[in-house]
């Protein structure tokens, strides 16, 4: 073919709009990617997400929320901390655009970092509606970073009291039965929390949020219950733990509810422990309701009582969790191999735990009555999602049921368990193995090589 002058400014034109076309493009690529974001997060726990429960409580928050982070622009390590930071907040701005980021190195604006009473180089200064909260840069995390927010979100006074002076399961305590971890998570989320003997005070004090009565082991004088009852017929919130023991002169305030205790113990013979009976109950069945409607993690109750109803005026009552689907409540006496007698014990499901609700005084009155309390004791708090529905009682009955609790979520991709005898086998391969054949290999090619010339 003969390149004439036409044909070059043929090409010359297809080429220059070939390059017009591929800078349109580019730039059009580059707009579209500014202004849309897409993102997949590959993770096997999708770590670089938040959890649903936390958006829903992101989405509760009115108004904006005001963070300055304070950290040294380069750590030991030569990271960009801000730029870190930036990128780890992204996930929450997307979620609350009116989340604002301020990034200050103390060391450039000492003066602002002394005012705001730093305890750390790095760390969170966090501003919600006047008032702040403090979060080392360590310390970050999704559970931690929305307590805070939560807690800042609570201008409540109210306090949740737990009865004492009667070997109660405590809120503060350290013993395998008390609920002293359960009362730590608590305060975390902003809750308040007060010990209440009612030998001393006259009164359940009008500030309090919910009454929790946990397993008394000795007899309440008749005065104590007399004030016990009048606190939930004037509209109280109360959280009840009733283990398989007497109800300690407490009768009249399961007589008001209209609770029906069956004697005996919960036995599920699908689980079998090393020793003793059979008295490990697992719940996985929730009812629908505010407390439990979304609820989708396992729990362990060992040694649960029966939680039955009768009708009251005036109450909405709702079964919460049932256990032991092929289980019985075991009315005689307890053996490592217990058998069901149909003419005595009672056939599964059981109900082990029942809300109540009525309308009292112009104020909503929620009452959940368990008969375990052993699921939030420290020994055994810790076992499926015991923690996260203990939180997610107290806050129903507090009223701060828009607030779910956030569980943490194990990192599953970033955690390999492999045995002393495999770490010697991989160091061996890699270390050894894979440098000899490299080497092997390469005086092999060498030496053909040199035969061959």
Request: aromatic share 8%; proline share 6%.
């Amino acid at each position: 073919m003969k390149i004439t002058s036409k044909v070059r400014w043929q090409l010359l034109a297809q080429g220059s709009a070939f390059v017009v076309l591929l800078l349109v493009a580019a730039g059009l690529l580059a707009w579209v990617a500014r202004e849309y974001r897409a993102e997949w997060d590959v993770t096997a726990s999708a770590r670089n997400t938040l959890s649903q429960g936390t958006q829903d409580a992101l989405r509760q928050l009115e108004g904006p929320v005001n963070i300055t982070v304070f950290a040294i622009t380069k750590d030991g390590g030569g990271n960009d901390l801000h730029k870190l930071m930036q990128q780890k907040f992204r996930p929450w701005q997307r979620v609350k655009p009116d989340i604002a980021l301020t990034l200050i190195d103390p060391r450039d604006d000492p003066k602002r970092a002394q005012a705001a009473g730093l305890r750390s180089p790095n760390e969170l200064v966090i501003e919600y509606k006047k008032r702040s909260e403090h979060l080392p840069l360590g310390e970050f995390n999704e559970q931690n970073f929305v307590n805070a927010l939560i807690r800042l979100s609570r201008t409540s006074s109210a306090v949740i009291y737990w009865l004492d002076g009667h070997g109660e399961r405590k809120l503060d305590g350290v013993a395998n039965h008390d609920l002293g971890e359960f009362g730590r998570q608590l305060q975390l989320k902003g809750y308040k929390l007060s010990s209440l003997n009612l030998s001393i005070a006259q009164d359940v004090p009008r500030n309090a949020a919910t009454l929790i009565i946990a397993s008394p082991q000795a007899d309440l004088q008749e005065a104590e219950v007399a004030t016990i009852k009048r606190h939930v017929e004037a509209g109280g919130n109360l959280l009840w733990l009733i283990d398989p023991e007497p109800l300690r002169g407490l009768d009249p305030v399961a007589e008001f509810l209209g609770l029906v205790l069956t004697p005996g113990t919960v036995v599920d013979p699908a689980l079998k422990p090393r020793s003793g009976p059979p008295t490990l109950a697992v719940a996985s069945n929730y009812a629908r309701h505010p407390v439990t409607g979304s609820f989708r993690l396992n729990t362990l109750f060992p040694g649960s009582r029966q939680i039955g109803t009768a009708e009251r005026e005036g109450w909405r009552m709702m079964p919460l969790i049932e256990v032991a689907q092929r289980g019985w409540v075991e009315t005689g006496k307890l053996d490592e191999k217990p058998v069901f007698d149909k003419d005595r014990d009672l056939s599964g499901p059981v109900n082990i735990a029942t809300a109540f609700e009525r309308t009292t005084n112009d104020r909503q009155q929620r009452v959940i009555v368990v008969g375990n309390g052993h699921f939030l004791s420290n020994a055994f708090l810790g076992n499926g999602g015991n923690l996260q529905l203990g939180v997610a009682m107290l806050s129903w009955l507090s009223g701060d049921d828009k607030f779910i609790a956030i569980p943490p979520r194990p990192a599953a991709d970033v955690q390999i368990n492999i045995d002393q005898m495999t770490l010697y086998l991989i160091a061996f391969a890699f270390l050894l193995v894979l440098p000899l054949v490299f080497a092997l290999t390469g005086v092999v090619v060498w030496w053909r090589r040199r035969k061959a010339v």
